[in-house]
């Protein structure tokens, strides 16, 4: 059974910066598809960040471009998010996602098998 346990949410001021963890049990990340999604209130969940399988690409939502960046720790046993340059409207609920290879372009939810429940990251303005 995998499991997903995200950490690192909080609150802090637009500007400000948070790393969010991503810890997996059960099985690596290694030679799985990893990807960041965030539900923000009264909205859909929606992509932000995402890897191939392989780690050689890394993909990112336009709108957080330059300010996030995904990275997986050697062991490839944890991914992480940094979030810099925070602004009120990056306030959600952000999940973690591991999937398989497939056809499904891995900036789609239908492409990961797993999330986590999720950490809340909460931007004042």
């Known amino acids: 059974q995998v499991q997903l346990v995200e950490s690192g949410g909080g609150t802090v001021q637009a500007g400000g910066s948070l790393r969010l963890s991503c810890a997996a049990s059960?099985?690596?990340?290694?030679?799985?598809?990893m990807g960041w999604f965030r539900q923000a209130p009264g909205k859909e969940r929606e992509f932000v960040a995402a890897?191939?399988?392989?780690?050689?690409?890394?993909v990112y939502a336009d709108s957080v471009k330059g300010r996030f960046t995904s990275s997986r720790d050697n062991s490839e046993t944890a991914v992480y998010l940094q979030l810099n340059t925070l602004k009120p409207e990056d306030t959600a609920v952000y999940y973690c996602?591991?999937?398989?290879?497939?056809?499904?372009?891995?900036?789609?939810?239908?492409?990961?098998?797993?999330w986590g429940q999720g950490t809340q990251v909460t931007v004042s303005s």
């Open positions: 059960g099985r690596t990340f290694r030679g799985y598809t």
């Open positions: 890897s191939t399988w392989n780690g050689v690409t890394t």
């Open positions: 996602s591991q999937g398989h290879r497939g056809l499904v372009p891995i900036i789609f939810s239908p492409a990961y098998d797993y």
